[in-house]
Nanobody
């Protein structure tokens, strides 16, 4: 089993920045891909960004150029730097992990709220 613990959410004004962190523990040898999903009220959960152990990244079109995903393999931690935040970025952000991109939804964190005020 893998445990994921997120931190870094909060309230920020439009145009501001936040950095989310997700620390993995447990059977981390089974993890290659890590990423972030988000779910706004009344909407489906959507992939925001993902990264594999080699550093290859993947972003949703809506966040390209504003969000950056990175990982520290030594700390088993993945980060999401969010800049130029918009009210439509408001959602619960979930850390996810799996053996590969196609398996990314295997493990979930508890979620952290990000609220962007206009």
């Amino acid at each position: 089993q893998v445990q994921l613990v997120e931190s870094g959410g909060g309230l920020v004004q439009a145009g501001g920045s936040l950095r989310l962190s997700c620390a993995a523990s447990g059977s981390i040898f089974s993890i290659n891909a890590m990423g972030w999903y988000r779910q706004a009220p009344g909407k489906q959960r959507e992939l925001v960004a993902a990264i594999n152990s080699g550093g290859s990244t993947n972003y949703a079109d809506s966040v390209k150029g504003r969000f950056t995903i990175s990982r520290d393999n030594a700390k088993n931690t993945v980060y999401l730097q969010m800049n130029s935040l918009k009210p439509e970025d408001t959602a619960v952000y979930y850390c996810a992990a799996g053996a590969r991109y196609s398996d990314l939804r295997r493990y979930w964190g508890q979620g952290t709220q990000v609220t962007v005020s206009s």
